[in-house]
DNA sequence: CGACGCTTTGAGGAGATTCAAGACACGTGG
DNA sequence: CCACGTGTCTTGAATCTCCTCAAAGCGTCG
């Protein structure tokens, strides 16, 4: 499934078949010519290889063409937390922005391709391309929407809180043309309840509830959504 | 106590008593300048009163120059979520940026006094005024990082939640000048309880445990830090 | 001074965690 | 190709933290 995003041809901002979800969204066809000679393309990591660490100095954003991520913090005690887990075609580093140095690191969770957009050249695009500072920052704050839903989820019950993480997981597949319904699970139970807040133990045992009840199916790390309406009553009611 | 920087001199952007805080950080000068010909100053709401509500449009970001605020979204029954409480010359607003509509409801905790930067000035400055776009950038990804402290914060006990709440209030007290160990808290044990994501008998019972092992002084909503290291190991081990 | 809202305090209960042990899957080397 | 070992996942039982419900105390403001 990852490498389905992954190719060697000469892919660039234009004909990218991300084009509708990363940085160019928002852009006119001229500004997008601008982006595409300078951005960095083709950078790979492997499974558990960092993109960047935290501490480290900002050097762009980043988005990632095929694989996926996670972005995670680390508590008083060193443990790390999920903040998020980071899927095709969606943006990542702006955990460095505010300070210029990276408050997270981010691991590929399996083979990741992404490109790059250096600092250097964010500085030059806000001067010469006018719509290039707006999509940045509808992007940031997009971001702070995001955390808003993440406060209200956190209040609520574990089992709301799987039934939308597989929601959520499966909508942003469904953006990118993947089945919504039946997909492979890139990260572990432990990775799950640390980014959702409950224990790996309690994510089998809901995962195992709700396929009881015949809303999913679930063997290892492959997921097929059964009843998503059902599925949605759990998370809305 | 909110009375203090509140004024009903000529007060701009250059002799503002919030000058290190506000908008104007990160700009020279001459971008101040520009800067202040364009803000609506001396808006007032009273206690309870709305500064926008969640489903209207954006219309600008708004940085509160005296009182304090709550930010709040709503869940799926309408039980009000508080997402955070702005005090004295933080940003206000950065909820509606992406959609351009507000995402949350801000209500005053107390009155309140703020400016506004209206949107069309946003556009205008962004053109203009180099400067501005980063600092506009920089503030809403600084977002990004607390959110991400929030996380961490929402995987711990309720007693680090309200060590952290208290210490919280009283680092931001003290970077404008009110004393750090002694002040009023302008939200009730129910709102607080709501921010943290705990229940108000819990906060109610925390702060008198607090108080029992001398660490604080809490007499309804006046509070008084008399051990801060001992808040601080509270809030680190 | 009375009423209302906010805060405190207690008792009982629910949801999720922790600890422990067993099942399963996957990759490695023989 | 199978055996083995390691890490992941599942399942059970005991425990704990925090919530909910209830009632009384306190403060504040008309």
Redesign the interface.
């Known amino acids: 499934m990852s490498n389905a995003l992954a190719t060697k041809s000469a892919i660039t901002c234009e004909n990218c078949n991300l084009d509708k979800l990363c940085i160019p969204k928002g852009l006119n066809r001229s500004e997008i010519g601008d982006l595409k000679l300078l951005v960095n393309r083709n950078n790979i990591r492997q499974k558990g290889e960092a993109i960047y660490h935290a501490g480290s100095p900002f050097r762009g954003i980043i988005a990632l063409r095929s694989g996926s991520a996670k972005l995670l ?1 680390f ?2 005690n060193g443990n790390e ?1 999920i ?1 998020d887990f980071i899927l095709p075609g969606e943006l990542l580093g ?2 460095g ?3 210029q140095i990276h ?2 690191t981010a691991i590929a969770l399996e083979t990741v391709n992404f490109c790059h957009l250096p600092t250097r050249q964010i500085e030059a695009l ?2 010469n391309t ?1 719509g290039f ?2 999509v ?10 995001i ?2 839903q ?3 989820l ?3 019950s574990a089992e709301e809180r799987a039934a939308s993480f597989i929601l959520h997981i499966s909508d942003r597949l469904k953006i990118r043309g993947y089945s919504e319904l039946e997909f492979r699970l890139s990260m572990s139970r432990e990775e799950i309840g640390n980014h959702l ?1 409950i224990a790996h133990e309690t994510v089998s045992r809901i995962f195992n509830y709700f396929q009881s009840l015949e809303i999913i199916e679930i063997k290892a790390k492959h997921l097929k959504i059964i009843d998503k309406k059902k599925l949605l009553s759990f998370y ?2």
């Open positions: 913090s508590d008083r937390i903040v702006f955990d922005v505010s300070s408050n997270c806000t001067l006018p500072y707006q940045l920052l509808q992007r940031s704050c997009s971001q702070f929407d955390q808003v993440k406060i209200l956190s209040r609520r807040g809305k009611d």
